[in-house]
Structures are given as structure tokens and as C-alpha cells.
């Protein structure tokens, strides 16, 4: 998995556990009603990547939102990610690589 890919799942994991702490839900209430132990819970809530589809669903369902509203990012983002994800690069050289770098920090500061 990328970095831009570990990026957006800890973001999501984060997503879940401000959700989560703004209903007033503990840990523990979720993995019951989850069926699942609390330190699970914590593991999604941490890095959801390693989360299977049917937990993130149930997690989801317990605080009434869909799948798509959990992976729903805000304009910048998703602009970030369609940026991000369309790059693809051959590299000869550690020269060429160095220009590329001194050229993402240009843009970066656009």
C-alpha cells in the first residue's frame, strides 16, 4: 500500500473515532454491538486498513452512516488524492529523481 493510501485510511480511522466520540459511544459499546473485542475496535480506530469490509459496515451501521459517507472527503482532499493517485513515474537516475522532488516542493507551495 502507498504512503497516499496509508494517509487517507488513518484519516478515515480518525473519521471514525471523532463520530464515534461525538454520538458519546465508548470504545466498549461499539465492539459490543460490533461483536467484536475492544481492542479491535482500537486497532480500526487506529489504522482501519487492516479492518475487514463487514467491520467497517457494522462500525458504520452503529453510527448510522453509510460507507460512502465515511470515505467522503472534503474538496482539498479529494482533489489532493486525484493528484496524487493519476502520478506515475520512471526514474533513472538519483539526478532525476532529485529534480522531480525540487519540482513537487514547487507545486506544494502554490
Not at 493510501?5 to 459490543?32: C, T
Not at 461483536?35 to 469490509?53: K, P
Request: net charge neutral; aromatic share 8%; proline share 0%.
Amino acid at each position: 500500500m502507498s504512503f497516499l493510501n496509508l494517509h487517507y485510511m488513518k484519516k478515515i480511522s480518525q473519521k471514525l473515532r471523532k463520530l464515534r466520540d461525538a454520538k458519546g459511544y465508548s470504545q466498549e459499546y461499539v465492539a459490543e454491538n460490533m461483536g467484536v473485542s475492544s481492542s479491535t475496535v482500537s486497532r480500526i480506530e487506529t489504522d482501519c486498513s487492516s479492518a475487514r469490509v463487514e467491520q467497517l459496515q457494522a462500525y458504520c451501521d452503529i453510527l448510522d452512516i453509510t460507507i460512502g459517507e465515511l470515505f467522503a472527503c472534503d474538496a482539498s482532499e479529494s482533489k489532493q488524492r486525484k493528484i496524487s493517485l493519476s502520478i506515475s513515474l520512471n526514474v533513472d537516475s538519483q539526478e532525476d529523481l532529485n529534480r522531480i522532488y525540487e519540482a513537487f516542493k514547487i507545486l506544494g507551495h502554490q
